[in-house]
């Protein structure tokens, strides 16, 4: 499993969510890399998207590349 995205109003109570999945994850022989994970952001960019409490969006570095396209200059493009 690559991905798990959690979302909670409450730090504590994210906190407490955070570790009862990854503990219950460790106990069925998954193993976290701590140095890649994000916990307690405020946005993250999650699966082409910016996640944060404004709602989503297109990450930016996608935003960017739509904005360098040019549209075509004949039929066969």
């Known amino acids: 499993?690559?991905?798990i995205y959690l979302t909670d109003d409450d730090l504590d109570i994210?906190?407490?969510r955070v570790d009862r999945i990854i503990l219950g994850f460790a106990d069925l022989g998954y193993k976290f890399n701590f140095m890649k994970s994000k916990i307690a952001?405020?946005?993250?960019?999650?699966l082409g998207y910016e996640l944060s409490?404004?709602?989503?969006?297109?990450?930016p570095h996608f935003l960017e590349k739509c904005a360098q396209l040019h549209p075509p200059n004949t039929l066969k493009k």
Do not use: E, P, Y
């Open 1 to 3: 499993m690559d991905d």
């Open 41 to 46: 952001f405020l946005s993250v960019l999650f």
């Open 53 to 59: 409490n404004k709602g989503k969006s297109l990450a």
């Open 14 to 16: 994210h906190l407490a």
